[in-house]
Nanobody, 126 residues
Framework: QVQLVESGGGLVQTDGSLRLSCAAS????????MGWFRQAPGKEREFVAA????????YYADSVKGRFTISRDNAKNTVYLQMNSLKPEDTAVYYC???????????????????WGQGTQVTVSS
């Protein structure tokens, strides 16, 4: 089992940048595929990005491709989401999540992730 705590959210203007962090407890962090999701008011939680156990492979939603970068530091038990060129439609609560069951495939469904953080609010003003 792993506990996840996100940080780094806040208020930023359009075209600004933010870096989210997700710190994981437990010794087996490197054994999990990790993902970032977001949920805007009145909408379902949606996939943003995922990263392989070693960090060598990434997978992005089309809406953030080229603007967001997911990375991880297994020595620090932390996964990051660098968000550039932010738009008002990126406003949401951002969650990190751990997928304990996939060995290779980077997955995008919320049901495939077993562990979740509490979320951090990102607000982009126009």
């Amino acid at each position: 089992q792993v506990q996840l705590v996100e940080s780094g959210g806040g208020l930023v203007q359009t075209d600004g940048s933010l870096r989210l962090s997700c710190a994981a407890s437990g010794r087996t962090f490197s054994g999990y595929m990790m993902g970032w999701f977001r949920q805007a008011p009145g909408k379902e939680r949606e996939f943003v990005a995922a990263i392989s156990k070693s960090g060598g492979r990434q997978y992005y939603a089309d809406s953030v491709k080229g603007r967001f970068t997911i990375s991880r530091d297994n020595a620090k038990n932390t996964v990051y989401l660098q968000m550039n060129s932010l738009k008002p439609e990126d406003t949401a609560v951002y969650y990190c999540a751990a997928d304990p069951n996939s060995d290779y495939v980077l997955r995008s469904r919320t049901s495939e992730y077993a562990y979740w953080g509490q979320g951090t609010q990102v607000t982009v003003s126009s």
